[in-house]
């Protein structure tokens, strides 16, 4: 596929009919987006909280970072971290009430999303920034088939008529290497497997050629050689386009292989952001450290396997200090009052929140280091 640098939209393969009310209206308001230096995304001081019968939770508190052209950006974190709300908080789609967008900005090639129309938005979601969902099976409509729904990107969007469509939806099938795709288009979602599930929803978000795609958990639920599989596609598409990437994840293993940087949340804040093989190398945060630490090792066979102690914070009580400080080895009690620690720049790129980075930095080295010579004794 042509693409071009910055990139444009995609030309479609067939010709652009009138089409519907809702695919004049998009025309309308659809605008050119060109990078700024490369940089498709760019996220600032982002707060985003729920506000519940049960109190405010805090599920965003200053999240900021970027994303560029051609690159892979994971954020990992446990369960209920933040990074899905993140994810919707940019696409925009939080449903409000209960979320709330309290500060910040989420600026796509220079401009602020959250200041735009939302009709202006409807032509930023799916066309410019897109979503894979975690969930394959339950984001699918059950009642139409997969073609219906693939096609739908291009009837909305493009206001083609539904043979156009159709042969569309097919063209995408083949291109996520669902087989006999012609056959199947007029399957509905049970009747595929759940890689087959997650390679249609696949097909969908990169329908329009988007510049920025959010994949969600994309191996959720999938065994090691699916997940393999949809990593590999997900990588060769991105070159495809020279699209941006943002993998949201709690397996680092899946992104190792695949990620150019990585972002770490915890308690709806960053907590590390650094190069891949930085990170993986020598965390300077003890909760990356921690997590790294919990995955299994081939030379630790019988052995006890390392975990983080203790539950993430409750959000609408987020302690003071460092909220990792409760479940935190290094912790003193500097970190468990005031404000949490700010990002800082500690060289090569790496920033991190922690007021003991020094003590940590090298803990991964020296600790892996011990591990071989007790393998080799």
């Known amino acids: 596929m042509t693409t071009m640098n910055p990139p444009a939209p995609a030309t479609p393969a067939v010709p652009v009919t009138p089409g519907t009310r809702a695919a004049r209206r998009r025309q309308r308001f659809a605008r050119s987006w060109t990078p700024v230096d490369r940089t498709l995304l760019q996220v600032e001081d982002l707060h985003v909280e729920f506000r519940t019968r049960d109190g405010v939770a805090r599920a965003i508190n200053g999240v900021s970072f970027e994303l560029h052209q051609d690159e892979t950006l994971a954020v990992l974190g446990e369960s ?71 096609a739908e990107m291009f009837r909305v969007h493009r206001g083609m008529n539904r043979r156009d469509a159709e042969e569309q939806a097919v063209r995408l099938m083949e291109r996520v290497r669902i087989p006999a795709a012609r056959e199947r288009v007029h399957n509905y979602p049970h009747q595929f497997s759940g890689g087959m599930r997650q390679r249609i929803m696949i097909a969908m978000a990169i329908a329009l050629d988007p510049h920025v795609l959010i994949a969600d958990e994309p191996t959720t639920a999938l065994d090691v050689t699916v997940q393999a599989q949809i990593m590999e596609l997900l990588k060769e598409l991105q070159a495809e386009s020279h699209m941006g ?133």
Request: with cysteine; aromatic share 6%.
């Open 80 to 150: 209920g971290s933040g990074k899905s709300v993140t994810a919707q908080a940019v696409m925009g789609i939080l449903d409000t009430p209960p979320a709330f967008v309290t500060g910040g900005a989420v600026k796509y090639c220079g401009t602020d999303l959250l200041t735009l129309d939302e009709n202006v938005m409807q032509t930023v979601r799916g066309a410019e920034i897109s979503m894979i969902f975690q969930d394959a099976l339950s984001s699918l409509n059950p009642v139409f088939t997969v073609g219906w729904q693939i």
């Open 245 to 377: 990437l943002i993998l949201i994840t709690h397996d680092l293993g899946v992104v190792a292989d695949v990620a150019d940087r990585i972002a770490v949340m915890y308690a709806g804040r960053l907590v590390e952001k650094a190069d891949v093989f930085d990170l993986y190398r020598d965390p300077a945060h003890p909760y990356t450290l921690g997590l790294l630490e919990s995955i299994p090792r081939l030379d630790q066979q019988g052995e006890r396997l390392n975990a983080i102690g203790g539950l993430p914070p409750n959000l609408t009580r987020i302690p003071a200090g460092c909220p990792f400080h409760p479940r935190c080895r290094f912790g003193t009690d500097v970190c468990r009052v005031g404000e949490p620690p700010a990002l800082l720049d500690v060289g090569r790129g790496r920033r991190v929140a922690c007021h003991h980075y020094d003590q940590v930095l090298g803990r991964g080295l020296l600790e892996a280091d011990q591990r071989s010579e007790e393998g080799t004794r």
